[in-house]
């Protein structure tokens, strides 16, 4: 009885299966926004050879419809509607011009109204993994946020525990500061400083960077496009702050700009070529349309901008995000929530002599799976030796500086700490070997912040001036606000 119910169920589901594909369109379209006649050619060609294999279902026809993209990003739109949308598409895949941005934007937002998938080989701005204004855009490369994920694993491979972080005050600027943190206190690694500039600053004064020499860390890790880059390595080398004892370690578009200073850690994406994104974003889509050709009920897109939005282009989308390539063309490709690409393999580049780039190592996804399921990937150094520092030293900096100036705080513990309070108008005997020691009016005072005013005196300020004089620091006492020795807390 148990082995006929078996069989029942699963003649069920085969039937129940037969009756959604056969259902389902047999004709699907996608079409290619794209940035040459050369890569119109080679997406049709892709789909051709697709169509032909055994990736999608028997008797389905894989068509394929493009158009070049327009530097004008309205005319990118009216493109889309006037020729794709009209031919029916189930997914586009869009490229770029080199130095416009708007009009990849404009074809995700038009498709993204019929909730048509978008899938980009170029676009690696952080707005697009934004689901509120891209709501049905995925792509084949990693934003330029994910490079946060490899300075963490270049950080703490070396073994430094804080870092400075300059940035854009833009949302990809604030993209990358909120991932930095999350990744940094995973790995125990203090964030020390983050200092925002202006998009597309042009006169930085020397003011800018005072909290950077300031700091103890001298790691400093840098967020920029490569025009404030440009101006960035110009002040900061005005000031020192790319001399021996630094490690700058900047994206890849502040690696691009000439006035770059040796010593300087970057990244390069690999498998950028467009090519080779076509073929891959080609597959993914086939995989994820015969997918849903056997578990969905799938309705024909739109014809006409006209229309409303498409219910199919949702469930859709959730198929394209879900597909995995082992071997694509551009190395192992899977997506997160957002629809960003995973697992990208870039190399370390190392700026040297001349402003020579070498590459010194990869991040590369390992065969390894996390205990999440995930892959985790992998930082391999070629020899730390060969990598040239800033000021031209082969020897890998400290990554910190132990500052001269040093802030004491005490609490009144006889006998080892005496207190007396000052009258006005009145000041510490030297004779008595007192030290100013005021009482401040918060926990972290600002300067002359003080609410009492009070000289210490005893062993311990006796100690604590000997210690200055032999190693050679200054000092400023104050007595902590509550007169209470405190607790641990890991910020202060």
Partial sequence: MDAFRVAFSLFFFFVSTLGVAAKNPTVYTVAGVLSGADKQALFEGAVKRIGASDILPDGVLFNSTT?????N???????????LIKSQVYAVVVSNIRGNKLSPASVSYTCGFYDIPVIGISAR????????FHASFLRTLPPYSHQVDVWIKIVALFGWKAVIFLHTNDRDGRSVLGRLHNLAEKNNIEVEKSVEFELGVTNLTHS?????R???????????????????????????????GYVWIVS???????NRPDGLLGLHLSHQEEQAHILDSVKVIAQALSEMYEFENITEPPNSCGESTWETG???YKYLIKQKLSRGRTGRISFDASGDRLDGDYEIINIQRGGRRVTVGTYTPSKEVSPEGKHESELKLKNETTIIWPGGSRDKPEGYVISTELKVVTIEDKPFMWVRKLNPGENCSAEQKEVFCPRPNSTFPAKNDWQELYCCYGYCVDLLVKLAERVNFTFELHLTIDGTFGLYDRVS
């Fill in 67 to 71: 158009i070049l993209m327009s530097p």
């Fill in 73 to 83: 990003p309205i005319r990118s739109a009216l493109s889309v509607c006037d020729n």
């Fill in 125 to 132: 701005d952080t707005v697009f993994s934004d689901k509120n």
């Fill in 208 to 212: 800018f960077l005072t909290e950077v």
């Fill in 214 to 244: 300031e700091a103890k860390s001298r790691i400093i890790l840098m967020y920029a496009n490569d025009e404030d880059a440009e101006v960035i390595f110009r002040v900061a080398g005005s000031v020192n702050l790319t001399g021996v």
């Fill in 252 to 258: 890849e578009q502040a690696l691009q700009v000439h």
């Fill in 314 to 316: 949702k469930i859709f």
